[in-house]
């Protein structure tokens, strides 16, 4: 099968199906074009677009071991517009920390708690004392794992702007 726009019966696009030019999509009756002036949200059973300030675009580092999740973080953080670095070690002259505290939580913790630029972390759901151990040396977020996953870039986006 050939990669491309579905076709129809005679090799005529189908009508009321996205049809992808480029790095642009294009549905039927709604140019993307100017993505950046313009969000998509789902109503029902309708596509409806809005006006929408982009976000403010920070350098994040994303303190972590874990390469395969990190770099699904990373990927996630990095469409959001943010500039994203990765690795073992901290990075306090970033603008924001994004820490894994399910690797060696305390001595993480020890060194976010001397001093740190805002920082949202996350750790193990079967260990909630970690939690309680970041958020008592004055780590901004701290949220499960599993919660990072779903709602990374947004819970970025909720903590910079309170560091504003």
């Known amino acids: ?25 294009v549905l039927p009756g709604l140019n993307l074009g100017h993505a950046q002036n313009l969000a998509l949200f789902w109503n029902d059973s309708s596509l409806v677009s809005a006006s929408y300030s982009l976000p403010a675009v920070a350098h994040v580092h ?13 990927a996630d953080l990095a469409s959001a517009g943010h500039t994203v670095t990765l690795g073992p070690t901290a990075d306090l002259a970033a603008d924001a920390l994004v820490a894994d505290l399910t690797h060696e939580p305390d001595a993480r913790i020890a060194l976010l708690a001397a001093g740190h630029p805002p920082t949202l972390a ?22 499960p794992r599993s919660r990072i996953a779903r709602e990374g870039p947004a819970l970025l986006a909720a903590l910079l702007a309170t560091a504003r």
């Open 1 to 25: 099968m050939v990669a491309g726009a579905r076709r129809g019966q005679h090799g005529k696009p189908l009508i009321g199906h996205a049809q992808s030019r480029g790095t642009e999509l």
């Open 62 to 74: 994303l303190l972590t071991d874990d390469l395969l999740f990190g770099s699904r973080l990373a």
């Open 122 to 143: 996350f750790f193990s759901h079967v260990e909630p004392g970690v939690r309680e151990r970041a958020l008592s040396a004055g780590i901004e977020v701290v949220v």
